[in-house]
């Protein structure tokens, strides 16, 4: 069966540093998303990207955060200078044209030290 | 703006009985889905259940089933035949249906379920 997935699973970084988290979504999905989880918090939406452009944003997703979809396969959600506050579990999701359930992807826990 | 809430952080049962967890949610749209999302301590989100707003019936899939009352605004999942595998954070969640090109959930903030042996 067909899955989303992302890597790094574990990144550590210094603060100030910038961080790319890869996901690759199934491939015939249409809809990409990026959501994050603080440990011990609900998981809360940054972005939705559909037709090589964001769709929306939520206040989280500041100029310090970008998408990209480079390649047609690969998702890329990019921290330019990481805060210790940027610590959590990031998410990938998709979902296909004419769908609506989202495929998450095993999601990234991103440390900032 | 959509919120969800989930009244229960944590709620335990034994293994072969029933329980069921608690959501609702506040929405002025009339066309919506609702889902519930499981989270073992892998933290992989797994789709359990989801329910079209626009549908009376509600949804089962095995051991899993809802109350989805949308006067009340309220979707809450029945677990019943409790395992053990069932133990995890499960998240109530929300989309609008008329979302375009956006189709973005709402989480609830999660209710730990322990299912005792």
């Known amino acids: 069966e067909p899955e989303v997935t992302q890597t790094p699973s574990h990144q550590v970084t210094q603060m100030g540093q910038e961080v790319i988290l890869r996901c690759v979504p199934i491939s015939n999905h249409l809809y990409f998303y990026w959501y994050r989880q603080i440990l011990g918090q609900k998981v809360e939406f940054l972005v939705s990207f559909y037709n090589n452009e964001i769709s929306e944003k939520s206040e989280i997703f500041d100029d310090q955060f970008s998408v990209e979809r480079p390649d047609g396969s690969n998702f890329t959600l990019k921290i330019r200078s990481t805060k210790l506050e940027d610590s959590a579990m990031y998410f990938c999701a998709s979902i296909a044209g004419g769908h609506y359930e989202q495929y998450f992807g095993p999601g990234t826990r991103l440390t900032v030290t | ?117």
């Open chain 2, 1 to 117: 703006a959509q919120t969800v809430t989930q009244s229960q952080p944590e709620m335990s049962v034994q293994e072969a009985e029933t329980v069921t967890l608690s959501c609702t949610y506040d929405t002025s749209e009339s066309n919506y889905y609702l889902f519930w999302y499981k989270q073992p301590p892998s933290r992989q989100m797994i789709l359990v259940i989801r329910q079209e707003a626009y549908k009376q019936q509600n949804a089962t899939e095995n051991r899993f089933s809802v109350n989805f009352q949308k006067a009340a605004k309220s979707f809450s999942l029945k677990i019943s035949d409790s395992q053990l595998g069932d133990t995890a954070m499960y998240f109530c969640a929300f989309m609008k249906q008329s979302g375009g090109s956006n189709y973005k959930l709402t989480f609830g903030k999660g209710t730990l379920l322990t299912v005792n042996p």
